[in-house]
């Protein structure tokens, strides 16, 4: 396997993407507001207090990494519709990976353009709407790896919402509610750090909490050692099955494909 | 009006023709709309309702908002794709044509998918009446309707705006979104939760709260943020229709000065 090839997939989109930073730009101002609208919303439910400063961290920490949870441009899906695909087959790659490489680009990419000024603006707001560093240096690390691996499930579950349009040629209907039904269990709509306790032993462990609620529980509570482990182990194994799952998928979609167009 | 008819079948038909993708946007708009309702439900939950507003009546402010944004979105999708007729030319095609560009554009795509999120929303009243015991008269029942009908019209004004936006930059202005899906967002849940910025923003500024929130107020029966609620409140939702012919003034200047992307 030439690993080359890959990672100019990974450079040569992430180039591509730094390129819009007016769309950058949009969604950071967009994110913003409604960090801000949900913080405040939080403060006249929770007070002032330990609670209300660990809510608003998790709700900035979802904002700032949103952009993680969507495909990039729906390129792939546009490639399948109108039967483009067809060259993209003909690359002497592995296309799964290759997309996969394609996809961690364009999230690692928007994210990092969208960090710094998302982090600038805590500086502006109240003190007590700000977001809160990690628990410890540890915690940080934990975090950061935990965060790469959340963001390969997710390019799992974008992989497997495109083997999905393959099938039924169609990119709305599935990718739209596979994408919603992510932001509510991956906790962007609620933190699942609210959910009652019995709904959280449930709520913590599915696939879509090993996203960004799994890093973000980590950057809040260091913990010792032993529960850390099990929470990121929980976490490569949603991967592992992911991929196996999305690459099963993509392997039959791609050899029933039908080609779009003469 | 036989145009307006016309337009309506063939934006139906066409959504019928791709009948598993449409049922599946269908569910997808109940999955988005009960999404927001389940985090009213665990915040709700959580912290014993919503400062002093119960879970039940925060759910009015809940459903009257999803239905009239949904409304909206149902009739006024074409203003929400405004940029992709730019870039395709298709604003340019209309331009031709001897009819309003206005009505053209709203008429290019409505889009019925919307229904998914209104059944949301009237399940949410009707729970939310059924617990609370709430005996709706007449009055309210049109108060209400009023209510959502000037939100509906102060929405589209909104999407108006980002359409204007849209002529000059030709791309889609994501910022825009901040009032129009921010605004749905904020004013599911009562105003006077908000700090005081927020709350004169969206109830003077973009008069949702003059719009809906007074209405569903003066139906529970309970002040927002202090402000008794009184017959005055009937007056509100005009403030929708003024602020839908504001934006259509900025739209028409703003076709003036619009200059095609070619091809």
Redesign the interface.
Known sequence: MNIRAYRTAFAVHARQVSRYR??A???M??QA??G??LV??Y????GEGDLLRETATYVWLQQIFFRAFFSTGGEIYEQIMSGSVCYSLLRPVDLHLWCVCREMAAKIVGVTMRLLPMILIQFVLPESWRMLPPDSPVAFVRFALSLLTGFLVIAQVNMITAAVTMR?L?N???S??IN??M??LAGN??PLT???ERLQAVLRWQPFAQMLDAPIRMWLHAGPAGEWALSFGVQLAWLAGLTVFSRCLWGRGIRRIELQGG | MRYVMHAMRMNLRRAAQYRSSFRMQIAAQIVMTFGDLWAILLLAERFGGMAHWSLYEVMFFFGAMQIAFAVTEMINRGFGHISSLIRMGDLDTMLTRPRGIAAQVILSELDPRRIGSVAVGLTALTVATLKTGLRWTLPDVLLLLWGMTGTVALMMGLFMIEAVVCLFSVQSVEIVNVFTYGGRQTCQYPLDLYPDWLRTTFTYVIPIGLCLQFPVCHILGKPLAGAETGGWVWLGPAAGFVFLGLCSLAWRLGLRHYRSTGS
């Open positions: 007016g769309a730009l949009g969604g101002v967009t507001f409604f801000v609208m405040a919303l403060e006249a439910l929770a039924t169609d709305k209907g599935f739209g509610l919603l039904v932001m509510i709509i609620v609210l959910a009652p």
